[in-house]
């Protein structure tokens, strides 16, 4: 029997008007719950050298009685937050659950990784337990996120914390100046000018305010200024690549899905205010210190650290090469958990390697099965929401789901020459993105086949044969 869905179920673009849209569901309570989620993980990412001397040094009762050295946000997502969502998801039916095309593909996911730690705990990898806490616990938070996506305006929620982050953008921005101006050198880095997880967490929220101001929506230019000149003040190695890949995925994303969404003159009138106040203030950073600034970008970029990495022997090409022969040894299920990393010695004592490319430590560790399972959900997740993205007519969600698109793939390129998503801030931020987005283009594909309350393109591709 065929129930190929024909479009007269929709409706057509003359009969919706923006009125429509503000028939959405309005739970104050869960929307400042969720304000309140993403505030811990910008608090944490911003104090995150501070959290992790305390953890190590066990100095207060309060860093004691923890296990594993769980920092706020493993405490609280893997604690009530997540029972709370778990318990909403289950009780939810019909109309009221949470559309979750692709779940399955989650699912499939954790057996792996579930498989995989248990193998790399078995045979002894020294580092798999480091693995599963930091980037595959964080990933169960995808059904809680699609549950609070259901119950909130994420528009509301994301401009409430535009707001909140302005003031971590101008501390980032003060600690960056009074670095350099000071003297500040890399050797200095990791103790005096903040962590590039701050720089990483405020990217979303500089993000979410250049789709919010180009796409009609109100909203400042000064503060998208004041969140990018907040992320490069440090001047962090990472942060410059990860800031210049969604820049430009932003505005593929302007050109590709913008249609009626995205104002042109507004885009190109941001990149100029960007661009002025980018030039005068980097002008002044570059001065300060007697030119430290300069040195140190000298130093972490144009050196890229050269004499650590002959003093350690970690340089990226030296552990890709190195994880490449372990793959072969066993290149069709992996090694598990906590395999892809090296242990180098030097003068100072022991020196614990990531992999510095995830793909190439998933290969490693879950063997070509587990890499082609893991591309082939990633991709298909991304087609999804950029095609669906093309089709959205809702103007409080398209901005939103721009800019979250933009940053998950952003972070994704970046992870290919980094180890990212160890940061358990970093790593909640992009599971709960990947779960709010996988709400938006679940939405879309259920109101297509089930009919819609407003409107949605006549040249939807999308047809449903059963």
Same mark, same amino acid.
């Given at each position: 029997?065929?129930?190929?869905?024909?479009?007269?179920?929709?409706?057509?673009?003359?009969?919706?008007?923006?009125?429509?849209?503000?028939?959405?569901?309005?739970?104050?309570? =869960?929307?400042? %719950?969720?304000?309140?989620?993403?505030?811990?993980?910008?608090?944490?990412?911003?104090?995150?050298?501070?959290?992790?001397?305390?953890?190590?040094?066990?100095?207060?009762?309060?860093?004691?009685?923890?296990? =594993?050295?769980?920092?706020?946000?493993?405490?609280?997502?893997?604690?009530?937050?997540?029972?709370?969502?778990?318990?909403?998801?289950?009780?939810?039916?019909?109309?009221?659950?949470? !559309?979750?095309?692709?779940?399955?593909?989650?699912?499939?996911? =954790?057996?792996?990784?579930?498989?995989?730690?248990?193998?790399?705990?078995?045979?002894?990898?020294?580092?798999?337990?480091?693995?599963?806490? @930091?980037?595959?616990?964080? $990933?169960?938070?995808?059904? =809680?996120?699609?549950?609070?996506?259901?119950?909130?305006?994420?528009?509301?929620?994301?401009?409430?914390?535009?707001?909140? $982050?302005?003031?971590?953008?101008?501390?980032?921005?003060?600690?960056?100046?009074?670095? #350099?101006?000071?003297?500040?050198?890399?050797?200095?880095?990791? #103790?005096?000018?903040?962590?590039?997880?701050?720089?990483?967490?405020?990217?979303?929220?500089?993000?979410?305010?250049?789709?919010?101001?180009?796409?009609?929506?109100?909203?400042?230019?000064?503060?998208?200024?004041?969140?990018?000149?907040?992320?490069?003040?440090?001047?962090?190695?990472?942060?410059?690549?990860?800031?210049?890949?969604?820049?430009?995925?932003?505005? #593929?994303?302007?050109? %590709? @899905?913008?249609?009626?969404?995205?104002?042109?003159?507004?885009?190109?009138?941001?990149?100029?205010?960007?661009?002025?106040?980018?030039?005068?203030?980097?002008?002044?950073?570059? $001065?300060?210190?007697?030119?430290?600034?300069?040195?140190?970008?000298?130093?972490?970029?144009?050196?890229?650290?050269?004499?650590?990495?002959?003093?350690?022997?970690?340089?990226?090409?030296?552990?890709?090469?190195?994880?490449?022969?372990?793959?072969?040894?066993? !290149?069709?299920?992996?090694?598990?958990?906590?395999?892809?990393?090296?242990?180098?010695? %030097?003068?100072?004592?022991?020196?614990?390697? !990531?992999?510095? @490319?995830?793909?190439?430590?998933?290969?490693?560790?879950?063997?070509?099965?587990?890499?082609?399972?893991?591309?082939?959900?990633?991709?298909?997740?991304?087609?999804?929401?950029?095609?669906?993205?093309? %089709?959205?007519?809702? !103007?409080?969600?398209?901005?939103?789901?721009?800019?979250?698109?933009?940053?998950?793939?952003?972070?994704?390129?970046?992870?290919?020459?980094?180890?990212?998503?160890?940061?358990?801030?970093?790593?909640?931020? #992009?599971?709960?993105?990947?779960?709010?987005?996988?709400?938006?283009?679940?939405?879309?594909?259920?109101?297509?086949?089930?009919?819609?309350?407003?409107?949605?393109?006549?040249?939807?591709?999308?047809?449903?044969?059963?």
């Amino acid at each position: 029997m065929s129930n190929t869905l024909h479009y007269d179920n929709l409706v057509s673009d003359e009969d919706w008007s923006p009125a429509v849209f503000d028939e959405r569901p309005q739970k104050a309570g =869960w929307e400042w %719950y969720l304000v309140f989620c993403f505030t811990l993980i910008l608090l944490e990412a911003f104090f995150n050298a501070d959290i992790g001397r305390m953890l190590e040094a066990r100095e207060y009762w309060f860093t004691r009685i923890v296990f =594993w050295k769980a920092l706020p946000t493993d405490l609280y997502f893997l604690g009530a937050g997540f029972i709370i969502g778990l318990a909403i998801l289950a009780g939810g039916s019909g109309s009221g659950r949470a !559309p979750s095309k692709g779940v399955l593909g989650f699912v499939l996911l =954790w057996v792996l990784y579930g498989v995989a730690a248990a193998y790399g705990g078995y045979v002894g990898n020294p580092e798999w337990h480091r693995d599963f806490r @930091n980037v595959i616990l964080p $990933s169960v938070v995808v059904p =809680w996120a699609i549950v609070l996506a259901h119950q909130v305006r994420m528009d509301v929620v994301m401009s409430r914390i535009i707001k909140i $982050s302005l003031l971590l953008a101008f501390a980032n921005m003060v600690r960056g100046l009074l670095f #350099f101006a000071r003297g500040g050198t890399a050797a200095d880095e990791p #103790f005096s000018s903040g962590s590039w997880q701050a720089d990483f967490g405020l990217l979303l929220v500089y993000l979410l305010a250049f789709s919010r101001s180009i796409s009609g929506n109100k909203g400042s230019k000064l503060s998208v200024v004041i969140l990018a000149v907040g992320i490069l003040a440090p001047l962090h190695k990472q942060t410059l690549a990860i800031f210049l890949v969604a820049n430009v995925f932003l505005l #593929f994303m302007v050109v %590709y @899905n913008g249609r009626g969404n995205v104002n042109l003159s507004r885009t190109l009138l941001t990149v100029i205010l960007l661009m002025v106040f980018g030039t005068i203030f980097g002008t002044v950073l570059l $001065s300060l210190g007697g030119g430290a600034a300069r040195d140190f970008l000298y130093e972490r970029i144009l050196k890229g650290g050269r004499e650590q990495e002959l003093m350690t022997g970690t340089g990226r090409s030296v552990i890709w090469k190195e994880a490449l022969v372990r793959w072969t040894k066993k !290149p069709v299920f992996g090694e598990g958990l906590g395999a892809a990393h090296l242990i180098s010695t %030097y003068e100072k004592g022991i020196w614990w390697v !990531p992999t510095h @490319n995830y793909a190439l430590q998933m290969l490693m560790q879950t063997g070509i099965v587990g890499f082609l399972l893991i591309f082939i959900v990633m991709v298909s997740w991304m087609v999804r929401a950029i095609k669906t993205l093309k %089709y959205e007519v809702d !103007p409080h969600l398209f901005w939103v789901r721009m800019a979250l698109t933009s940053y998950i793939v952003a972070l994704l390129i970046t992870c290919l020459f980094g180890y990212y998503l160890a940061a358990r801030c970093v790593a909640y931020t #992009f599971w709960l993105l990947i779960g709010f987005e996988t709400y938006a283009h679940s939405r879309f594909y259920s109101q297509v086949e089930y009919g819609v309350p407003y409107g949605q393109h006549e040249d939807v591709p999308f047809v449903v044969e059963g």
